[in-house]
């Protein structure tokens, strides 16, 4: 026995064991730590998911119009489908939410800004109003991730786990000219380029060709190529060149290229040059509705000369800038396009505000008259829209029907426009239907409305504008009417137009997708900022 003490006292086997035990305690925990820190880590992923996702979803409301915030927020929640698998929730809902606000502006966890410093990595000013909401930040509520391990060991609780992202829409105008106008409304000491434009749907507005220095001018924007050649492609062809642009960072062109607006007049069935007009490489179609307030014999060129298309020898001339011509049609003229806004339409200038700004009122009964032979009663009747409504129901309704309304009436009802049309006892006519170059193209998904552009809006004095300029801020995009050619009328007391001025009337903002009577000229796409 006592020979067996001093063995076993020198017997090191399973010494080891006594460390191992010691050592797992540790070793444990540290495998516990590991395991919940790839569960705080996938959480993280979770949340940081949810966050791009609803902030995606959120900018791509905001399009500027009423209640985008609102909308926006919204959507940040209604199209939030990431779960979250590592939350330890007490009653165990997995769904990721934000927050549920929508006024516009940069507080709590939903918060719009108006522009975003992608390069010192800063917010612009706070957002206002939905319509200068332009940027958002999302923050999702905060999670606890579940521990499975380190509880066991005593570690600490995860704390609240967050996801906050930035986003913002980009959008392209494609398939339309790229053209612009200095914000009409915009003040000459104006040193703010979000300056409003409160796009008034039937307002006249008169433009003027040139360089983009002054309110209401008519400008250009650049696209692949440079030159008065390029800009007459894409005012002219069916299919602009250029395809796409941004609706925001443009690069205006300079120049006052008058030259360019017999390829404009191409969509009013002109051709001032003959087969020059048109730029060669494209097709330049009429509208299929081109009613203008010219003339021409059936036999008679398709230029503008007293042998083409010319004003009527009893043209229109507006002489009060308040009331239209008077009933009894004893001053109608012989011929009558989608007149002017009466404000405007008394004098070169007009007496407009800033002569530039119309205020939606036109001759309507006196279109009715020349053209249709319809007093006030029988074109009120006799107007029928495509989904059974009438233009005007009631004599109230008179002063909203636009002539964009009228062009589309014309245009779902070929049987009831009397087309040509002779005026007075003379071999001319007017026309609704091209007659000199093959009938237009009829609005689809592909080609837009040939009178039907959009149009983007900028504040020219607070940016400086003086010719080419690179990473312009469009105030906004609006589509507009084009009312009448663009050439001089008359001359001396009696002159009502130059030959670089160009009539529209308002439609609207420019909206993302498309409808039964455009083509789809605006995309919208959200984008992640961070």
Known sequence: MRRSFPRLARNNEGAVAPTVALSLVALIAAGGIAFDYARLASLDTEMQGAADQAALAAASQLDGQTNACARAAAAANDLLANQTLMANDADWRRAISVANESACDATGTVRFYQSYDRVNDTFGAAATTDANARVVSIQVNPREAIYAFTPIVGALRSGNVRGEAVASLGSAICKVPPVMMCNPAEPASNTDASYDFNAVEGQGLRLVIGDPDAPGNFGFLRTDAAGATQVARELGYDNPPAGCIATNGVETEPGNMISVRAAFNTRFDISENGSTTCPSGGTCSPSENSRKDLVRAPADE????????????????????????????????????????????????????????????????????????????????????????????????????????????????????????????????????????????????????????????????????????????????????????????????????????????????TASGGSADNAVTRRDVPFLIR
């Open 302 to 509: 398709c230029n503008l000369s007293n042998t083409g298309w010319r004003e009527s020898a009893n043209p229109y001339r507006a002489t009060d800038p308040v009331n239209p011509l008077p009933s009894d049609a004893s001053a109608d003229p012989t011929a009558m396009g989608y007149s002017r806004d009466i404000c405007h339409a008394v004098s070169v200038l007009g007496s407009c505000s800033s002569g530039i700004i119309g205020n939606g009122v036109w001759d309507i009964d006196a279109y009715f008259r020349v053209n249709f032979g319809w007093n006030r009663s029988q074109w009120m009747a006799n107007t029928i829209n495509a989904d059974g409504t009438y233009l005007a129901p009631t004599a109230a309704d008179i002063p909203s029907v636009t002539r964009y309304d009228v062009y589309k009436w014309e245009m779902q009802n070929p049987s009831l426009v009397p087309s040509p049309r002779a005026v007075g006892t003379t071999t001319q006519r007017n026309f609704a239907r091209p007659v000199c170059r093959p009938p237009g193209i009829t609005p689809s998904v592909t080609r837009p409305d040939r009178r039907r552009i959009s149009v983007a809006v900028v504040n020219c004095q607070a940016q400086n504008l003086q010719g080419h300029e690179t990473n312009v801020q469009v105030r906004e995009w609006v589509d507009v009417f084009l009312v009448e050619p663009a050439i001089a009328r008359g001359s001396g007391p009696t002159a009502r137009s130059r030959n670089g001025d160009i009539y529209v009337e308002v439609i609207g903002v």
